[in-house]
């Protein structure tokens, strides 16, 4: 078992589980949830698991294109600055803030495992960010810390392409540079979350045609996930299917001098250990 994935085969949208071999589809026998993020909501993930056992392959490799695991989640909530070397690139002098920053993507700026981000002509400053993404399965206001981790459902990984120039057009906003359509990538698919140590010690890799570009560790966050889920659902109700993407480690092209923004033939791999690896190629709009 790899991970329940969303998919298209033949102009047909499906959910299954992911395998060496290709894809079980699952929702055929499933027609009460529409997509994972119903699977989800209705604690359902299990009943997959056992749905999918001594099935055969369905959809073999290469008969279908992965799409971003929850199709249409009602937020996606992501962390910036949240790893220590991140917070020194930025040169003010400042200390860790007391509070984390946050901003929102679209579900179209994200495609799916496999599949290319699109480097727009208005810019070519496209440029990759590793990260590890958790869904919600339970939903709640004011979640404590203690309680976060029975929150979450299942994580992913996202590369959170950003076009480095749109971001600064404006003071107080990045939304204009994180959102443009396939600019980003989230899967390939959707692990189970079962026990702590899925997230709290976990290596988080990205590299750019085969050279390391980032590399670091869960444990390092400035803000932990059990803190993002207490702050976050603080001032807004989390439901089952959100995602937070939970912050990306030093080395992102715009670090480097000069620049190493993304073009196109390049290939982007997100890893993480317990996940997966998350592959995206770069092409022009």
Known sequence: MKGFASYTAGGQSFYGLATDQGMIALSPDFPQYPTLREVIAAGALHDLWLAARGREVTH????????????????IIC????????????KDGQEVPTNMSLFIRFPRSFTGHDRPLIRPPETPQLDYEGEIAVVIGKGGRRISQADAYDHIAAITLCNEGTLRDWVRHAKFNVTQGKNWDSSGAMGPWLVPFTSPSQLDDVRLTTRVNGELRQDDRTSRMLFPIRRQIEYISTFTTLVPGDIIVTGTPTGAGARFDPPKYLVPGDVIEVEAEGIGKLTSSVEEE
């Open 60 to 75: 073999p490799t290469g008969t279908f294109d992965y799409d971003i695991p929850i199709p249409a989640p009602e937020k």
């Open 79 to 90: 962390v910036g600055v949240n790893f220590p070397d991140r917070n020194a690139e930025y």
